[in-house]
């Protein structure tokens, strides 16, 4: 089927777009000398992930033990769970190791070490985990220096439980958009997370793997001494944020929101679309970059962006396609934008706009559509 017979509203991926992406971060990690091991978070896709894997990715990072489970079913057998452990999820951990996952946990305090640890000897399983590193104070994870880092190894290598690393995601690089700021970051990233090893092995505590990563400081690093692997996720499609931090142009972005145009309010200058926040999700992160897209960016339904236009406004089933220019409405709306007429729309963030589908249609270069499934929940 051709994209232009899809019913609306439907999330298609661009597939030379995506080969595009993943081949210029495989390269980026080559490049670094490191292993990459994407986060399939953003897609959540077995033919997805599969793309990348082809390409040379190394294992996989998941946000939800759902995606441990559905992609350690499709044959993927290394897998980092990127989000510390709560203990009543350990059974379903246990479950997979048992199956012969190759499973890694994350945890970033001393509770949930000794929760790991007591359960790994109650039921005779060595986990292994990975302990967080926090490297630019966006979220979660140990500084480098913290003696909770020493504290959390000991009780982790003194009781049965496998240190198989530190990991550590600069998500802060989300709010700049200067290159040298970026690199810089990039490093701050890699010498706080290789610091967090070395500590560790200082100790006593072996700590195989050093892992880094989110789309801004992969693409940016200059260097990755002492670093073993390599994260990122969104840029398997990359979005208007990653366009607004200044890592991937317009024609990059892989997913898009295809939809119809089914109204008009010609005297606001508004055209009425079947996607609302439903479709692009009610992410706004673009709301406080240089640019802001609203609800995204509309294009023709070759991928041609509709410059001056903008999606301003969402309700569940509606979106407001309007002039950029807020004081002088387009008169033309409705000669423009004909009842019928399909656009594509690029999405603020990617992971949040494709969570919205159960399935993307994905366009090969010939035109043709193919539909893969996508899932859900936790
Ligand atoms: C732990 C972890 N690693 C890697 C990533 C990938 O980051 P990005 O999507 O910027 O590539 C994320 C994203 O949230 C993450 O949480």
Not at 29 to 45: D, E, I, Q
Not at 180 to 197: D, F, H, N, P, Y
Request: proline share 4%; with cysteine.
């Amino acid at each position: 089927m051709k994209p232009e017979h899809l019913d609306t509203p439907a999330a298609v991926i661009d597939m030379a777009r995506m080969q595009k992406n993943i081949a210029r971060m495989q390269a980026q990690a080559n490049m670094l000398g490191v292993a990459f091991r994407p986060h399939v978070k953003t897609s959540k896709c077995l033919d997805v992930v599969r793309a990348q894997l082809v390409a040379g990715a190394h294992g996989i990072t998941v946000s939800t033990l759902k995606e441990a489970e559905a992609f350690f079913a499709a044959g993927v057998e290394d897998i980092l769970y990127a989000v510390g452990i709560a203990p009543a999820k350990l059974p379903r951990a246990l479950a997979l190791r048992r199956q012969g996952c190759a499973l890694k946990l994350v945890v970033d305090n001393p509770t949930a070490a000794a929760a790991i640890a007591a359960f790994g000897e109650q039921h005779g399983e060595i986990f292994e985990v990975w302990i967080e590193v926090d490297t630019d104070g966006h979220r979660s994870g140990i500084t480098p220096e913290q003696d909770t880092l020493l504290e959390v190894g000991r009780i982790l290598h003194e009781n049965g439980v496998m240190v198989g690393g530190v990991m550590t995601h600069a998500g802060s690089s989300y709010e700049l958009r200067d290159a040298a700021a970026l690199t810089a970051l990039a490093a701050q990233e890699r010498a706080g997370c290789v610091r967090a090893a070395e500590r560790l092995r200082a100790a006593g505590i072996a700590c195989p793997a050093v892992s880094v990563g989110s789309t801004p400081t992969a693409l940016a690093a200059a260097q990755l001494e002492g670093v073993t692997e390599l994260r990122a996720g969104v840029y398997v499609f990359f979005d208007l944020v990653m366009h607004n931090v200044g890592v991937c142009a317009l024609d990059d972005i892989a997913l898009s929101v295809l939809t119809t145009v089914i109204g008009h309010q010609a005297e606001k200058g508004w055209a009425i679309l079947d996607a609302g926040w439903m479709a692009m999700s009610r992410d706004r992160g673009t709301s406080k970059q240089a640019h802001d897209f609203g609800y995204g960016q509309p294009c023709l339904l070759n991928g041609t962006p509709l410059s001056g236009y903008l999606v301003s406004g969402a309700n569940q089933e509606h979106g407001i396609l309007s002039s950029t220019r807020d004081n002088a409405p387009d008169e033309d709306i409705a000669q423009r934008f004909p009842i019928g007429m399909k656009l594509r729309i690029l999405p603020n963030h990617a992971c949040a706009t494709g969570a919205q589908f159960p399935e993307y249609h994905a366009v090969s270069p010939d035109g043709e559509t193919a539909v893969w499934r996508r899932f859900h929940g936790w």
